[in-house]
Nanobody, 126 residues
């Protein structure tokens, strides 16, 4: 059974840091692009960062320079280091897997994720 399990969320003061983890099982982690999405109350779900298995990465503009995505294919784990957190970063963060590691553009991955975790809540106080 395929599973994506997020952890590491919590309450942090603005300007602080958190590190999210996504533990994957049930599929060959290194064969797929995988990423983080988030959804805040009253807002649509949006992509945060996506990584191909070779480490190439896309970031949403508002997190560039603050968030760092990394993956450990040997441990089947995806990480999101979040620094300089802002209240607008508060959301439920979801880990998601693409149907492959290849696509014509990052947009294909962004709208084509096929497997999702249950999420971890990040709260940022001002």
């Amino acid at each position: 059974e395929e599973r994506l399990v997020e952890s590491g969320g919590g309450l942090v003061q603005g300007g602080g840091s958190l590190r999210l983890s996504c533990a994957a099982s049930g599929f060959t982690f290194g064969d797929y692009a995988i990423g983080w999405f988030r959804q805040a109350p009253t807002r649509a779900r949006e992509g945060v960062a996506i990584s191909r298995s070779d480490g190439s990465t896309w970031y949403e503009d508002s997190v560039k320079g603050r968030f760092t995505l990394s993956r450990d294919n040997a441990k089947n784990t995806l990480y999101l280091q979040m620094d300089s957190l802002k209240p607008e970063d508060a959301a439920v963060y979801y880990c998601a897997r693409a149907p492959s590691n290849y696509a014509s553009s990052w947009t294909v991955f962004y709208y084509g994720m096929t497997s999702w975790g249950r999420g971890t809540l990040v709260t940022v106080s001002s």
